[in-house]
């Protein structure tokens, strides 16, 4: 071992924070600790030996003791390494669920583009090259996005993210997202309905994160409505919140899926079947970004007949 | 008589590109945008391929496969899986229910996958 790495080894602390854990569930620090209350309770059983040679039950209970406190430091430090553990299975997990994700739009731009580039692609009239153009360019925009939800994910997880916070009329900033969604909800065959109290006060928050929480909710409502369907938002006042709420009449969520709906990744069963795009991470990012503007999310969803999503978030 | 194709893929984006390429080659290409649609035409088109994705709406591929291969009707139609998955198991469990090749797209252009099929008719 060259002696730079020895020092790094010895730089506990450093490395306590690259795991992101706390030192008291950072193995290296435990280690540190028990090796101290070692070398401690050898010195003290020692010299408390020597005084009270006399009385050799008090040596016996000082050592069980402190092979008490040993052993439960040893147990924490087993359980820290599991979650370690975990949380590398959960980095690989998320590297082939990742990949995977990409891949789909991936092939489609590159067998896309084989096809225009292809010798076989001057049999095909401009009209469909337009179409093909458009796959394209719908492909990369899929892949963009799921890049930004990941590194979201990834500055949420991190902590990373430092909130911006201005007065916002959350009103208008629902009509805005509900107007940019609008053809999405047409071609879906969704009417979207709007309902807000009067003279609804501002709340000091940060709009992009805000954006992006009512971004998700709202997409998620159009894209698992079925056809004919409809979208209704309301907007309250409720003591020093804001009360958001968005009602669809969808697929709903499957009673024994609905405690996992906020985890990452995950996706409800007959949303998988209902539309296999999609990548688990929309309430995800919607639960982080309530949970650190001081709100509070949640439903309500029966199987077939739709789910209900609200949000509150502190005026001040 | 040309040969006939059945293409099981929700990519709307992948049933245009192989399909069209597919038709230019001389076969007949048969679009299902998910799984029950696919295993249903399997049956009333007696295709001479099927060409499946995994990863399906209402019925995932390995269920389809599975049915394909019960079915005595069309458990002679050769399937090759058509996927982005390539978890050990789930090329394992495919090549057991019966699939003749499993191809991971990823790993395939256009042109080879166009080759691949051509290939399979021509042995």
Sequence with gaps: MKPENILSQLNIFGQCKQYGISFWQCPQFLFLIMGLINIASSLTAW????????????????????????????????????????????????????????RSPLTNLKWALDFLTSGNGGM??????????????????????LIDNLLIVSRMEQGKIVLKKEMISLEELIRGL???????ATASNVKIKFKAEDKMPKIFADPYQVKLLVDNLLN??????KNGGMVEIG??????????????????????????????????GNALKQQTQGSGLGLYIAKSVVASSGGKINFKSEEGKGSTFWFTLPIK | MSKTILLIEDEQALQKTIGER??????????????????????????????????????????????????NETKEIPVAVLTNLEQIE???????????TYLVKANYSLEEVIGKVKQFFNQ
Excluded: C, W
């Design chain 1, 47 to 102: 010299s408390i030996g020597n005084k009270f040679i006399d009385s050799p039950e008090a040596v016996i209970l000082i050592v069980l003791s402190v092979t008490v406190i040993l052993f439960i430091i040893a147990f924490i430090i087993v359980q820290s390494f599991d979650k370690l553990a975990q949380a590398n299975r959960m980095k690989s997990e998320f590297i082939s669920i990742v990949s995977h994700q990409l």
């Design chain 1, 124 to 145: 095909i009239s401009e009209e469909k090259k337009v179409e093909y153009y458009k796959t394209l360019s719908e492909n990369a925009e899929r892949m963009g996005e």
């Design chain 1, 178 to 184: 509900i107007h940019d969604f609008q053809p999405f």
């Design chain 1, 220 to 225: 998620n409502a159009i894209r698992y409505t």
């Design chain 1, 235 to 268: 907007l309250s006042s409720r003591k020093e919140k804001l009360f958001f709420e968005i009602k669809d009449s969808g697929v709903g969520i499957p009673k024994e899926d609905q405690k996992y709906i906020f985890q990452k990744f995950f996706r409800a």
């Design chain 2, 22 to 71: 597919l038709s230019q080659e001389g076969y007949e290409v048969i679009p299902a945008l998910d799984g029950e649609i696919g295993l249903k035409l399997a049956g009333t088109k007696k295709p001479d391929l099927i060409l499946l994705d995994l990863i399906l709406p209402k019925l995932q591929g390995l269920e389809v496969l599975k049915k394909l291969k019960e079915n």
């Design chain 2, 90 to 100: 789930t090329v394992n469990k495919a090549l057991e229910l019966g699939a003749t």
